[in-house]
């Protein structure tokens, strides 16, 4: 139990360009979603929390209007990077926090972005 | 008061070794603390965790050590296997709700034939 996928796996695009990245828990519940970027050979970087039916909440530097973020389901969280820049190229991981429980974290498998 | 220090940053150990990799946190309210185990191209997976009630969780290969006075946690490999070679990541946060994970730099870990 306990799965979180993310789609697409990978994806590359042109600069200019919007890409969605999909968060889904299976198999569970997650009122909180959380959305990271890491860099090469990097620890993970927080990059904004996401509640289900709200607003989600940024960490500081992280651009919200560049990064969407909707949470619209309690089984599905997205992340969109409008207008994508080379830098923006990067491995985006998705955490789903079960809504009963223990309050566990589960990763979904990552979203490597190049953007060219 | 957020920091989570972890070392070393790459750790190299011959198979059937033990595996030591050390974190230290500073905010005193955190009262769950989760290892991590990430391989290449994939996302972090939850390997073994411990609450600051208990100074030693074992499970299987896997054991943290615990010291709440110094503010450390450490998580022990035994008889490490190439298999074990991956990033380890120890975080830190408040149990019990939906709370953000406050993750270490890592550890690259290279278990050698």
């Known amino acids: 139990g306990a799965v979180v996928s993310q789609h697409p796996s990978w994806v590359i695009c042109k600069s200019g360009t919007s890409v969605k990245i999909e968060c889904r828990s299976l198999?569970?519940?997650?009122?909180?979603m959380f959305w990271y970027r890491q860099f090469p050979k990097q620890s993970l970087m927080l990059m904004a929390t996401?509640?289900?039916?709200?607003?989600?909440?940024?960490e500081q530097g992280v651009e919200k209007d560049k990064f969407l973020i909707n949470h619209a389901s309690l089984t599905l969280s997205t992340l969109t990077v409008t207008s994508a820049h080379p830098e923006d190229s990067s491995f985006y991981i998705c955490?789903?926090?079960?809504?009963?429980?223990?309050?566990?974290?589960?990763f979904g498998p990552g979203t490597r972005l190049t953007v060219t | 008061q957020q920091q989570v220090k972890q070392s070393p940053q790459s750790l190299i150990v011959q198979k059937g070794g033990i595996s030591i990799i050390n974190c230290a946190y500073e905010?005193?309210?955190?009262?769950?603390f989760p290892w991590y185990q990430q391989f290449p191209g994939k996302g972090p997976a939850l390997l073994i965790a411990i609450r600051p009630d208990v100074s030693e969780k074992k499970e299987g290969r896997f054991t943290i050590s615990f010291n709440k006075s110094a503010k450390q946690f450490s998580l022990h490999i035994m008889d490490s296997q190439p298999g074990d070679s991956a990033t380890y990541f120890c975080?830190?946060?408040?149990?019990?709700?939906?709370?953000?994970?406050?993750f270490g730099t890592g550890t690259r870990l290279q278990v050698t034939l």
């Open positions: 996401s509640n289900e039916g709200s607003k989600a909440t940024y």
């Open positions: 198999d569970f519940q997650a009122t909180t």
């Open positions: 975080a830190a946060t408040l149990a019990g709700t939906a709370s953000k994970l406050t």
């Open positions: 905010n005193t309210a955190f009262d769950y």
């Open positions: 955490s789903a926090v079960s809504s009963s429980g223990t309050h566990e974290q589960y």
